[in-house]
T-cell receptor, first 112, second 116 residues
Framework: GENVEQHPSTLSVQEGDSAVIKCTYSDSASNYFPWYKQELGKGPQLIIDIRSNVGEKKDQRIAVTLNKTAKHFSLHITETQPEDSAVYFCAYSGRSNYQLIWGAGTKLIIKP | EAGVAQSPRYKIIEKRQSVAFWCNPISGHATLYWYQQILGQGPKLLIQFQNNGVVDDSQLPKDRFSAERLKGVDSTLKIQPAKLEDSAVYLC??????????????FGQGTRLTVV
């Protein structure tokens, strides 16, 4: 079935360093790949998304890259700050019903 | 702009009891979703409405879960009877575009349900 593997499950980085989270998906027909950030006690919030006709997208300190051949996409956060601490979820639109298929999440910890 | 409102924030019930959750989406948003998020997992779609019609309820356990969206605005999700495995956070989200799967979804804070 459709699924997405997200790694790592936990990532601890020093403040100011970069963080990279990678997701691998199964459906080659997918064309929409969002990343959501979820802070404790809150619902997920979209931080960046990419569509299949683009290989990379950047928004200030956040970037997403997509490799459709290898079926993986990654979130890159540069110059990490304490407020980046949260759980990050990747997702993609699956073939059946076109609903979003979500990863299991990555807990990002920014060490001061 | 007001966000997605959900209530209650927390609910504790005994197994076999019933419970209802309420969601008020962002004004004008056509698409409304209910997700179930079990601790340590990503959200799982339970049901998707476009206006007041159901678009996708393939993962809704229909023997115990029901949902409605009257007049294409507010929505309620009900569980009857609840099981221990229903303990989770129930998230409501809305999206301005019909269909909505490839556009931003705006989430509420969720209702944390504990079944004991």
């Amino acid at each position: 079935g459709e699924n997405v593997e997200q790694h790592p499950s936990t990532l601890s980085v020093q403040e100011g360093d970069s963080a990279v989270i990678k997701c691998t998906y199964s459906d080659s027909a997918s064309n929409y790949f969002p990343w959501y950030k979820q802070e404790l006690g809150k619902g997920p919030q979209l931080i960046i998304d990419i569509r299949s006709n683009v290989g990379e997208k950047k928004d200030q300190r956040i970037a997403v890259t997509l490799n459709k051949t290898a079926k993986h996409f990654s979130l890159h956060i540069t110059e990490t700050q304490p407020e980046d601490s949260a759980v990050y979820f990747c997702a993609y639109s699956g073939r059946s019903n076109y609903q979003l298929i979500w990863g299991a999440g990555t807990k990002l910890i920014i060490k001061p | 702009e007001a966000g997605v409102a959900q209530s209650p924030r927390y609910k504790i019930i005994e197994k076999r009891q019933s419970v209802a959750f309420w969601c008020n989406p962002i004004s004008g948003h056509a698409t409304l979703y209910w997700y179930q998020q079990i601790l340590g997992q990503g959200p799982k779609l339970l049901i998707q409405f476009q206006n007041n019609g159901v678009v996708d309820d393939s993962q809704l356990p229909k023997d115990r879960f029901s949902a409605e969206r009257l007049k294409g605005v507010d929505s309620t999700l009900k569980i009857q009877p609840a099981k221990l495995e229903d303990s989770a956070v129930y998230l409501c989200a809305s999206s301005p575009n019909p269909g909505g799967f490839d556009t931003e979804a705006f989430f509420g804070q969720g209702t944390r349900l504990t079944v004991v």
